[in-house]
């Protein structure tokens, strides 16, 4: 059921806003007086980061409705943008979960941190509730989960385009934030499989948004 209660919203959208910056605040370091620029090379990072400026924005735009229209309005700002936005959020709470958790194997890595908790769970699942709950679901494309993969196909490009220059300046390390992505260590064919799967996987979910909001359309015209 759609939420017109624009305080709620607004209050939501807040919290999210601060969550998402602890998260990120938390996972730099700057608890201990620290700011490690390097960890926004990570997609959870990269991608808590937008949504945080996204919903500040939105937030923003909460407010101009209430003046506008008062509580009982539409706030969806955006609303392909932010579908686009919701799904890759979600990729980083399922990649984590599924795929990047089960793996790991160092017993000094804590996984109930307050940036894990955050970045990984809290802010993903609450940017998901805020679409189901807030957003009028009637501007989108059959064609959009396409063009929202251009979002994580720029994160790859970036890191291969980084890893190659780091590589070139003989700077010591591993380059690439993901097994999956490490073109260096993977075979040609685990690599093209990695990210095909990633990117198919990427459609589907945007596919089955779009299902999702065709179906509570049908549902709220039937109540109304």
């Known amino acids: 059921m759609l939420i017109k209660n624009l305080i709620i919203v607004l ?13 990120l605040a938390y996972s730099i370091g700057m608890q201990y007086g620290r700011f490690a620029v390097r960890k ?7 991608s808590n980061l937008l949504c945080c400026i996204f919903f500040i924005a939105a937030a923003v735009y909460t407010v101009k409705q209430i003046k506008r229209h008062g509580i009982k309005a539409n706030a969806t ?28 194997t160092n017993p000094n890595y804590s996984p109930y941190t307050v940036s894990n908790l955050f ?28 063009l929202w993969l ?7 490009l970036f890191i ?3 890893a190659h220059v780091l590589y070139n300046l003989n700077m010591a390390g ?3 934030p993901y097994f999956f ?31 999702i909001a065709k179906l509570m359309r049908k549902k709220n015209r039937i109540s109304s």
């Open 160 to 162: 291969l385009i980084r």
């Open 181 to 211: 992505i490490n073109i260096k260590l993977l075979e040609t064919r685990h690599f093209i499989l990695y990210i095909g799967g990633f990117a198919l996987f990427c459609v589907v979910l945007g596919y089955i948004f779009l299902f």
């Open 11 to 23: 209050i939501y959208r807040i919290i999210i806003v601060g969550f998402a910056g602890l998260g």
């Open 174 to 176: 591993n380059h690439y």
């Open 77 to 104: 700002l955006w609303p392909r943008i932010k579908l686009g936005m919701t799904i890759m959020i979600s990729m980083t709470f399922l990649a984590y979960f599924f795929i990047l958790a089960p793996r790991i």
């Open 119 to 146: 970045l990984h769970y809290i802010v993903p699942i609450m940017v998901m509730a805020d679409w189901f709950l807030f957003d009028n679901k009637t501007t989108y494309r059959k064609y959009d989960p396409f």
């Open 150 to 156: 251009i979002g994580p196909l720029v994160y790859l």
């Open 40 to 46: 926004f090379v990570y997609y959870t990072q990269i």
